[in-house]
């Protein structure tokens, strides 16, 4: 047993979203991504004196829409409070955010991996406001710093430390991920900043009730990092401990360049926030009316679309999952479904396998030119022997390239499959005669030859007769006589 | 409770306040009689009261969502001291 399995992993994240708003969540300057410095702000997001802050409704509707997926309650009265630091990022001295008493609060999220399924306690969810963005100049004393981001409406997603692996924080995240984007409150990406996670990470000897002393990662934006990061620093605390030494309560930085976790150099009185009340805000007040309007108005989740697919068209659970990842996704398949019902199985694998190796950079499932009538068509011609699964990806390729319908390309590329026995016949007759030595072989007992007499027979017919039958003609005369 | 002098460096320093001696003194005295005051208001019984965080009771008050509202570049920096490129121009916030 190696010394790291006498530890116990406990790891609690904190998931920030951006809310999908077009303003700001105190103030109606706009929220776009990407534009010059310093161009969607107004006097609110300044800071500037007198300028009083106004709650963004639709950021309010985005939040609840999350409490609601992730089974949290929706508290009818919840508060603003300033929490108060030094940035020059954030030009206020405070952000304003929700302490004690936050929108949402006891939710939960279960996490299915191979071997377990973990209910995942959601501790709260609140409102907060973004900061600006600083960027420091190598090699200069000066930091130069864009508050178009100062005010992009953030919800911050807590749970309790319920994870006990790096696994399983990446498919907590994997899941609240899709949750996000499903419920169109999050555009979820994570390069460009709008979905974060900070991991608070600590061990404890297995039975250990109390917990260890907890390291926090901030800012880390691809699973990937989040799952090595946190390898790293559980190895870096086990270490720390067997050699005798304390881990030090502090917040840490992720290399992924060199794959380790550093202090964040900080002084100590940075965590002193001191909130309080925002005297700029009212109580935020969520009537029932409201609270049933936004909950009759909610999507199916992605938990409950993977059930029913697996459910209603005999889909594997990885099948169902590769599909439900993205609602677009699940959306073009459904959509394929109504143009060809029969084998949805089928469909299911031309989604997964083909079309989703269409979709990469620029190309969405939106703007592939294959659309999901034109799928269900290429899977029916299958079915009905029209085509062969090997002509059948020829005339997806061909779809992919022009656009065109499958029966266009069968048509005009001459792709029918040969199903007529005689010229299949006259094909493996003329097969026999020019290989009588693999004829003989085949009748002295090399039975495995008869892929190899199959191959040559798709190869003269240039790959158009239909497999089941040269299968079964090539036994019938190899075995036959 | 009494507020002690290095509470008052803690919380000049939080504000990036500079004091000086005779202000730390002076401070030390002014805040001790504003939480003298704080802790007569506790005699009273406020068991069952719900704290009140506003002086006007008001509620319902949201924006629809809506980006109509941007100052002009040229306004936006106009009070910066330094800037650059469109950018504010700050002393370096070291992180890393």
Known sequence: ?481 | MEISREQVLHIARLARLRLGEDEVAGFQKDLNSILGYVDKLRELDTTGVEPTTHAVPIDGVLREDVADQRLSPDAILGNAPQKQEGYFRVPKVVED
């Open chain 1, 1 to 481: 047993m190696s010394v790291y399995d006498k530890y116990e992993v406990v790891i609690g994240l904190e998931v920030h979203c951006q809310l999908l708003t077009d303003s700001k969540i105190f103030s109606s300057a706009p929220t776009t991504f990407g534009a010059a410095p310093n161009t969607q702000v107004c006097e609110v997001d300044l800071g500037l004196p007198g300028a009083l802050p106004v709650l963004n409704k639709q950021a309010v509707e985005f939040a609840i829409r999350a409490g609601l997926a992730l089974g949290c309650e929706i508290r009818p009265t919840s508060q603003f409070a300033r929490k108060n630091y030094f940035y020059p990022d954030l030009p206020k001295g405070y952000q304003i955010s929700q302490h004690v008493h936050p929108i949402c609060e006891h939710g939960s999220l279960t996490v299915e991996l191979e071997s377990l399924s973990r209910r995942v306690r959601v501790m709260r969810i609140h409102m907060e406001e973004d900061a600006g963005k600083s960027s420091h100049l190598e090699g200069k004393p000066v930091s130069l710093v864009d508050l178009n981001r100062a005010g992009v409406p953030l919800i911050e997603i807590v749970s309790e430390p319920d994870l006990r692996s790096s696994d399983e924080a990446v498919a907590y995240l994997k899941e609240l991920h899709s949750i996000v984007v499903y419920l169109g409150v999050c555009d979820g990406n994570m390069e460009e900043g709008s979905f974060r996670c900070d991991a608070n990470v600590s061990v404890r000897l297995h039975g250990q009730a109390e917990l260890g002393t907890r390291a926090e990662l901030k800012n880390i934006n691809s699973f990937k990092f989040i799952k090595d990061a946190i390898n790293y620093e559980v190895r870096r605390q086990i270490d720390l401990i067997e050699a005798g030494q304390k881990i030090v309560q502090e917040t840490r930085l992720y290399n992924p360049n060199k794959g380790v976790t550093f202090s964040m150099r900080s002084k100590e009185e940075s965590h002193d926030y001191r909130y309080f009340p925002e005297p700029d805000l009212p109580l935020l007040v969520i009537d029932s009316a409201w609270l049933e309007r936004v909950r009759a108005a909610m999507p199916e989740l992605p938990a409950k679309k993977r059930a029913r697919f697996v459910e209603a068209y005999d889909l594997g659970a990885h099948d169902a999952e590769v599909l439900c990842a993205s609602a677009p996704v699940a959306d073009y398949f459904e959509a394929a479904i109504e143009g060809y019902a029969k084998n949805p199985k089928v469909l299911a694998n031309w989604v997964i396998n083909e079309l989703l190796r269409e979709v990469s950079g620029d190309q969405t499932i939106d703007t592939v030119p294959v659309r999901p009538p034109q799928l269900a068509r290429l899977v029916e011609l299958i079915d009905t022997g029209v085509l062969s699964g090997k002509l059948a990806k020829q005339v997806f390729e061909a779809m992919v390239e022009s656009g065109q319908e499958a029966d266009a390309i069968v048509e005009e590329k001459g792709l029918v499959q040969v199903s007529d026995e005689g010229a299949i016949t006259q094909i493996i007759d003329e097969i026999f005669e020019q290989n009588p030595g693999q004829v003989s072989a085949f009748r002295e007992g090399k039975t495995t030859l008869i892929g190899w007499f199959v191959g040559q027979v798709m190869k003269q017919s240039r790959g158009k007769a239909n497999p089941q039958i040269v299968n079964d003609l090539l036994r019938a005369k190899l075995e036959g006589q």
